[in-house]
């Protein structure tokens, strides 16, 4: 579906955000193997996160969902049930990399699948730790789902993970839960720590020690309520679309700031945004709290700088907004050590590239980075997301900010992880 955006002269008003993907996820599958009721409240209204719910259901979960509310009754470690058919993750490296984890400790085989995209996305990364463990796990082309996971008795393994991913850290503490012992993942840089929080809440023993976090398995978990805090990836368009209008004033409502996600936060101050945090408090072991960010009648001065290092792990997932907050920046951005962004849900240095070029944005590319001069126009443009959910809602933001109305190609990719998205963007013009 082509949606039109015209261009916005500021954003206002207070906005709530659906659940967080990446703890929903997690909540979900977790919840699922404890025993015992879970009832998840703010569950993400993404269609990645009902990707999940879906799996778990045909492993003969019972879940009911009513609205963002999910109750779980949790069938413990021993209770999953071969699939009669294979498992369907849609568009969510989330769902089949982390379940993976869990499948490969179950004494059956379940053949899981994905869309177009997924089926271009690199699967080797779990399942080389998974093997290790002792499972069999069948690949297109040996990296590529579909997958067929022989799972059965697992053993502990210390494993040093080459890459900086959250998904490849859970599936490896997901599978120590089914190994008797201590299995442990170091990463190479730190990942967002859902997993570590949401395990240790429901009840297993979870230890870290700098990059190292160690699991013991076969741990008694129990079901409770969870709720999840709203999404700072999705918060991550509007504060860069409040940045971008002048006169913009926006509060965001009870957004996740675990530590491990809010570089983003870093990012835009040290650009010289103006970020608040007006209320924080703990639930479920993440941090909760409400953010807000004004820019002046004048516009904001964005300064532009450098995303390196751990700082592009941190951000991976908001680089695509944040480019488009560079073009518009003093001195423009470089992206930097951004291998990963090849591989999600599309080629985001390509699609990002891309968009900008239609834009009238000048870029440069290389095979891990990007570098994007400041003080750009930003032209009314024929914009696509490629199916691409972040893709789509980085380029709406821009076209906010264009010079005239732009069209989204495929614009509802948004909902992957945001279907309020247009609906909340048109609540807050000025
Ligand atoms: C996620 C981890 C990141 C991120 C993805 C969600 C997670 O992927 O890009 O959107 O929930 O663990 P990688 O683990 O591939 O870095």
New binding site residues.
């Given amino acids: 579906m082509d949606r039109k955006i015209s261009p916005a002269d500021s954003l206002s008003g207070v906005v709530r955000l659906p659940g967080d993907?990446?703890i929903s996820?997690?909540y979900a599958m977790l919840a699922s193997i404890a025993e015992g009721r879970s009832e998840i409240h703010n569950y993400s209204s993404g269609a990645d996160c009902a990707s999940t719910l879906a799996c778990m259901r045909a492993l003969g979960v019972p879940i009911e969902q009513r609205g963002d509310r999910v109750t779980v009754e949790g069938v413990g470690l021993d209770g999953l049930q071969r699939a009669s058919k294979a498992l369907d993750a849609g568009n969510s490296?989330?769902t089949i990399?982390?379940l993976s984890g869990i499948l490969a400790g179950q004494p059956f085989a379940t053949n899981i699948f994905g869309d177009e995209s997924l089926t271009r996305r690199p699967m080797q990364?779990i399942m080389t730790p998974l093997a290790a463990m002792g499972a069999k796990i069948d690949a297109r082309d040996g990296n590529y789902p579909p997958l067929v996971i022989h799972g059965g008795k697992l053993t502990p393994i210390d494993y040093v993970s080459p890459?900086?991913?959250?998904?490849?850290?859970?599936a490896v503490l997901f599978a120590g839960l089914f190994a008797p012992g201590t299995t442990s993942v170091t990463e190479p840089v730190a990942?967002?720590n859902?997993?570590e929080i949401a395990l240790r809440e429901l009840g297993a023993d979870v230890r870290v020690d700098g990059l190292r976090v160690a699991i013991q398995g076969r741990p008694r978990m129990t079901g409770r309520r969870l709720d999840v805090a709203s999404d700072i990836?999705g918060a991550a368009f509007f504060l860069v679309a409040g940045l971008l209008l002048p006169g913009s004033d926006l509060t965001i409502e009870g957004v996740g700031l675990n530590p491990t996600r809010t570089a983003l936060l870093d990012v835009l101050r040290s650009m010289g945004a103006t970020i608040e945090i007006l209320r924080s408090e703990a639930r479920n072991g993440e941090i909760v709290g409400d953010l807000r960010v004004r820019s002046p009648a004048s516009g904001a001065a964005i300064d532009g700088g450098v995303i390196a290092g751990d700082m592009t792990?941190g951000v991976?997932?908001e680089i695509p907004v944040l480019a488009v907050l560079g073009a518009c920046s003093r001195q423009g951005l470089e992206i930097r050590d951004a291998a990963?962004l090849r591989?999600?849900e599309t080629d985001r240095i390509a699609t990002v590239a891309e968009n900008l070029g239609r834009m009238g944005v000048a870029v440069e590319t290389f095979p891990d980075a990007m570098r994007i001069p400041g003080n750009q126009k930003l032209r009314a443009a024929e914009l696509d997301s490629f199916g691409d959910h972040r893709i789509a809602m980085a380029f709406v933001v821009a076209a906010l900010a264009a010079d005239g109305p732009c069209t989204m190609r495929d614009a509802e990719a948004a909902s992957v992880s945001f279907p309020e998205f247009y609906e909340v963007l048109e609540g807050l013009r000025g």
């Avoid at 890459?163 to 859970?170: D, E, R």
Wanted: hydrophobic letters at 30%; proline letters at 0%.
């Fill in positions: 993907k990446s996820h997690r490296g989330s990399r982390m990364r890459v900086a991913s959250a998904q490849v850290k859970s990942t967002r859902h997993s990836s792990a991976i997932d990963e591989v999600k």
